[in-house]
């Protein structure tokens, strides 16, 4: 195949994307790889897609794929999008745009076709997107996408106020870009995403829910929080009144803004992988400290119950922004129990646990994320707090260690159930359940092992 050996810095598209490109020239259209495939390449980093525009208008570059035996699938084509699927890969192919005035803030009011890549270029979002590449005519970098990605800068193609309000998502995407590629953002953009953050109102939320799960999954979140404050607090209004809150505590040197980057850089520096839930509790777990502030009389600050409403306040930003039940749940009972206190006994431990169970709850990893938060809040606090991380790391030791003994915490994992009682001899009925959770709470205490025997016997019925 014709381009077989070209590549862009050492990457090569492969087979299914040259296929692609080259059935779009067949056709005597223009083709080009765009965007993240490029940019990455030129970073010598993997790309998970690729994506490509062409002169073609879709239903031309439809029949044309069709024509070459690659199949089509009419992902966008209001937008003049398509999908191509060659060996299985799918290409996403657009016609070259120009995209027209914004009245939401989002959607093109109208998409205009063009013939010209360059147009097609200018009205991508960041100089290190809007880069193109071909096999034959090589890079095409209209707004010095190199330089930027030299310099570890996201930077707007053109008037950066201008390209935001045309759609407030890039906000959000410049943010997210920046934590992915470990980039800063350019002056002139960073000030633009910060003047108009407040425009994020117009975007729907599972878009920004998508995002802000994007950031966090870069594993940078802390240095959003930092370094875009304004865009945080637009996407969560909720952690707007963390900024400049003062504890008043002598166990905190942070506002509780500073504090829950400290607590997110925590968790994103440690050595075991954070878990999503783990990253949107440690972002949300004092989001109600300043609704629960209260000063005692010798002047220091105490949050009553900003555990408890902090989940019920993290439970409705969360499903605002449309994210899965699953991480909802485990990031509700993360914040719900992160300040709980717990002591270094197989008792106090078992009692957390059994105040995890529930439908679809992993104890063994909820856990982990527990102590995990707990070292974050502890790091994130004042030095003399940093102690208590070696109490958490036993806590956790002991914790590996029930669940490998096979310690009980619920009725589910409890050594006895219904019927073992009802062959010692108990009538079915209400004692039943009586007698379990007894047997549940003697074991928890230590009084009893989790063996059936014991249990019975501990029960006088055996
Ligand atoms: P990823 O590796 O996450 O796929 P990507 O750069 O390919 O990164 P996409 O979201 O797949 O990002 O978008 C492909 C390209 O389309 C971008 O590189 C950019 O050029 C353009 N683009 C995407 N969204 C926007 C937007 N909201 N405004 C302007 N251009 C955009
Ligand atoms: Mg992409």
Request: charged share 25%.
């Given at each position: 195949?014709?381009?077989?050996?070209?590549?862009?810095?050492?990457?090569?598209?492969?087979?299914?994307?040259?296929?692609?490109?080259?059935?779009?020239?067949?056709?005597?259209?223009?083709?080009?790889?765009?965007g993240?495939?490029?940019?990455?390449?030129?970073?010598?980093?993997?790309?998970?897609?690729?994506?490509?525009c062409?002169s073609?208008p879709w239903p031309?570059?439809?029949?044309?794929?069709?024509?070459?035996?690659?199949?089509?699938?009419e992902s966008g084509t209001r937008f003049g999008g398509i999908?191509?699927?060659?060996?299985?890969?799918?290409?996403e192919?657009t016609t070259y745009r120009v995209d027209g005035f914004y009245g939401d803030g989002r959607h093109p009011d109208e998409v205009r076709f063009s013939t010209s890549v360059e147009d097609d270029l200018a009205r991508r979002d960041f100089?290190?997107n809007a880069?193109?590449?071909?096999?034959?005519?090589?890079?095409?970098?209209?707004?010095?996408?190199?330089?930027?990605?030299?310099?570890?800068?996201?930077?707007a193609v053109g008037e950066p106020r201008l390209r935001f309000s045309e759609d407030a998502l890039r906000i959000l995407r410049a943010?997210?870009?920046?934590?992915?590629?470990?980039?800063?953002?350019?002056?002139?953009?960073?000030?633009a995403a910060?003047?108009l953050a407040h425009t994020l109102d117009a975007i729907a939320r599972e878009r920004v829910?998508?995002e802000?799960?994007?950031?966090?999954?870069?594993?940078?979140?802390?240095?959003?929080?930092?370094?875009?404050?304004?865009?945080?607090?637009?996407?969560?209004?909720?952690?707007?009144?963390?900024?400049?809150?003062?504890?008043?505590?002598?166990?905190?040197?942070?506002?509780?803004?500073?504090?829950?980057?400290?607590?997110?850089?925590?968790?994103?520096?440690?050595?075991?992988?954070?878990?999503?839930?783990?990253?949107?509790?440690?972002?949300?777990?004092?989001?109600?400290?300043?609704?629960?502030?209260?000063?005692?009389?010798?002047?220091?600050?105490?949050?009553?119950?900003?555990?408890?409403?902090?989940?019920?306040?993290?439970?409705?930003?969360?499903?605002?922004?449309?994210?899965?039940?699953?991480?909802?749940?485990?990031?509700?009972?993360?914040?719900?129990?992160?300040?709980?206190?717990?002591?270094?006994?197989?008792?106090?431990?078992?009692?957390?646990?059994?105040?995890?169970?529930?439908?679809?709850?992993?104890?063994?990893?909820?856990?982990?994320?527990?102590?995990?938060?707990?070292?974050?809040?502890?790091?994130?606090?004042?030095?003399?707090?940093?102690?208590?991380?070696?109490?958490?790391?036993?806590?956790?030791?002991?914790?590996?260690?029930?669940?490998?003994?096979?310690?009980?915490?619920?009725?589910?994992?409890?050594?006895?159930?219904?019927?073992?009682?009802?062959?010692?001899?108990?009538?079915?009925?209400?004692?039943?359940?009586?007698?379990?959770?007894?047997?549940?709470?003697?074991?928890?205490?230590?009084?009893?092992?989790?063996?059936?025997?014991?249990?019975?016997?501990?029960?006088?019925?055996?």
């Amino acid at each position: 195949m014709e381009y077989r050996d070209a590549h862009l810095n050492g990457s090569r598209p492969g087979e299914a994307a040259l296929r692609v490109l080259a059935a779009l020239e067949a056709a005597g259209g223009e083709a080009w790889l765009v965007g993240g495939w490029v940019r990455d390449a030129l970073r010598a980093a993997p790309s998970h897609d690729i994506d490509m525009c062409s002169s073609l208008p879709w239903p031309e570059a439809a029949r044309a794929l069709a024509a070459a035996g690659i199949g089509v699938i009419e992902s966008g084509t209001r937008f003049g999008g398509i999908t191509a699927v060659a060996d299985g890969v799918r290409i996403e192919v657009t016609t070259y745009r120009v995209d027209g005035f914004y009245g939401d803030g989002r959607h093109p009011d109208e998409v205009r076709f063009s013939t010209s890549v360059e147009d097609d270029l200018a009205r991508r979002d960041f100089t290190v997107n809007a880069m193109a590449w071909h096999p034959a005519r090589g890079l095409l970098d209209r707004y010095g996408g190199q330089a930027d990605l030299a310099a570890g800068v996201i930077r707007a193609v053109g008037e950066p106020r201008l390209r935001f309000s045309e759609d407030a998502l890039r906000i959000l995407r410049a943010v997210r870009f920046a934590c992915r590629l470990g980039f800063e953002l350019e002056g002139a953009t960073a000030a633009a995403a910060a003047a108009l953050a407040h425009t994020l109102d117009a975007i729907a939320r599972e878009r920004v829910g998508a995002e802000l799960g994007g950031i966090l999954a870069t594993g940078r979140g802390a240095f959003a929080l930092r370094s875009c404050p304004e865009v945080i607090v637009a996407a969560i209004p909720e952690l707007a009144a963390a900024r400049g809150f003062d504890q008043r505590s002598p166990y905190h040197v942070h506002d509780v803004y500073e504090h829950t980057a400290c607590v997110l850089e925590a968790v994103e520096t440690a050595d075991r992988a954070p878990s999503a839930a783990l990253r949107w509790a440690a972002l949300l777990h004092d989001v109600e400290k300043p609704a629960t502030f209260t000063v005692d009389e010798e002047g220091r600050g105490h949050f009553f119950g900003h555990p408890e409403r902090g989940e019920r306040t993290a439970r409705t930003i969360m499903r605002r922004l449309s994210l899965p039940d699953h991480l909802i749940r485990d990031t509700c009972l993360l914040i719900r129990y992160h300040d709980e206190p717990l002591q270094d006994t197989p008792a106090s431990l078992l009692a957390q646990m059994r105040r995890f169970s529930g439908a679809g709850v992993d104890e063994r990893a909820l856990m982990d994320n527990l102590f995990d938060i707990k070292r974050a809040d502890a790091l994130g606090k004042a030095p003399a707090c940093f102690s208590y991380v070696d109490e958490i790391e036993r806590m956790r030791t002991r914790v590996h260690g029930l669940f490998d003994a096979g310690a009980a915490w619920n009725l589910k994992t409890l050594a006895l159930n219904g019927r073992d009682l009802m062959r010692a001899g108990v009538e079915p009925g209400p004692r039943i359940g009586r007698l379990l959770d007894e047997a549940l709470t003697a074991e928890i205490s230590g009084a009893v092992p989790n063996e059936r025997g014991a249990l019975l016997a501990h029960l006088g019925l055996r």
